[in-house]
């Protein structure tokens, strides 16, 4: 019996350890339940909060001679046609989003640059505000200019799209969209600053401002714009030229534009109706100083066969002013005298391009293109392209070979 009373307190503890523990592992199994579908409420907002894509393109090109139209050569290399994108979007709130999307170009070793960072708010279901760094709204595929997969193209038409070296601008934009029986009428108004560096040219654009109207019955698209801006442009190529021929341009003399007034117009027009699609744009450029206003446009026209697409394209491009630029960019010569070195018509441009091509989408969100391109029609001019070369060469034409793949994620 003593026994039994000296025990039973022991047993007692056994016992209530036992249920304590037992209480303790419910508890921890109860509340790692719970964590976890926290974790997983937590997770599931942040899915809903957070999406990600992106596109990368690649491909070969080789050019039949230096010309270098689109930047292609005879020594063009896979890199340079390649870029990986990654585009992350947060909702902020229910009617606020931030969008940033990364760039990395195998031209530029893979460098990864911001091309989009903005804060967008809808304050009504056809009302959109925007601030940030976002793309200008020059042409018809400014939003999707370097997406490959979203056009049928190897490329978008030079003619048109090059003239403009200049991509991005920070500032803010208004987007107002009227929704019609069948139809929409879009209205963008933007202003902002930029200021590029580019292979041919340094560009600065300021107290830049723009209007675009766009109507669509999603058959048929017509868009137009017109936007101005106080330009500066400095000609560093032409800079490079002169002095890879022993001369170094005066002062100022590769300063083409100071901040001058420059107009950008454009209107488009495309159909598509599940088959058939043509596309067609126009633009003129015009910028006070020695830079050469230029009118340009192009013409598409492709047809679908299942996940076959071919396409034809013919575009243009021509200055507007070259009897503004008979005179000559100056340069010190070694001796130190002050000579003309460069004629300032080195900047008049013309150029025809032809194009056609095909188009597979193997799988959805990847397409395989093909594209043969042949430019002429330069009349002695650079037209728009390696003046070193056009003009110095007996070549009045170039043709480039693309085989490019296109995809979206």
Sequence with gaps: MRIYFRLAPLALAIAAGSVMAQSSDEAVAQMQQQLKAMQQ????????????????????????????????????????????????????????????????????DWDPVIEWAYLSHRPTNNLQLRAGKMRLPFFMYSDSLEVGYSQTWARPPAAV??????????????????????SSLTTQVFTGFTEEEGNISEVELRNTAGLTLGWTDYVWTVRGIAATGETSINATRLAAIAEANGLQLVDGQAILADEERGNFFGIGLGFDDGTWQVISEITRVEVDGKFADTDSAYLSVARRFGAFTPYAVIGWVESQDNDEREAAFLAQAPSGAVVPAVPESILNTRRDEYSVGMRWDITPGVAIKADITHVRGFEDSAGGLNPAFVLTSDNDSTNVYTLKLDSAF
Excluded: C, W
């Design 41 to 108: 409420q937590l997770n599931s907002v942040n899915n809903d909060r957070v999406r990600f894509n992106g596109f990368f393109s690649t491909g070969y090109s080789r050019a039949s001679n230096d010309a270098g139209f689109d930047g292609i050569t005879e020594e063009t290399s896979v890199a340079d046609q390649s870029l990986l994108a990654l585009q992350g979007t947060f909702d902020v709130t229910e009617k606020s989003q931030a969008v940033m999307q990364l760039v990395g170009r195998g031209s530029e």
């Design 161 to 182: 799209y090059d003239p403009v070296a200049i991509q991005s601008y920070v500032g803010a934009d208004a987007t107002h969209t009227l929704n019609f029986d069948g």
